[in-house]
């Protein structure tokens, strides 16, 4: 997503990274064919020998299904309230 990319709240992910702080949670993103695709992602930082981070490693498993059926279940649940 082009406009959440040029965000202020994206920057300050990055630039929490660049200072060495782990970052996890729920994050939506784009796939390559356009589609929503939620994941759940920790973001490491790697350090060098001067102790600066050099590196993010993301690891992450993909929830849509997950946020589908919970966005689904809302729903109902809505409609009988």
Do not use: C, H, M
């Amino acid at each position: 997503d082009a406009e959440y990319a040029a965000s202020e709240k994206y920057k300050d992910f990055w630039l929490a990274l660049k200072r060495g702080e782990f970052k996890s949670g729920e994050y939506k993103r784009v796939g390559k064919n356009g589609k929503e695709v939620w994941i759940q992602a920790t973001y490491n930082p790697i350090f060098d020998t001067n102790d600066q981070p050099f590196k993010v490693v993301k690891y992450a498993s993909d929830i849509t299904q997950s946020k589908i059926q919970a966005a689904d279940y809302e729903g109902q649940l809505d409609a009988i309230s």
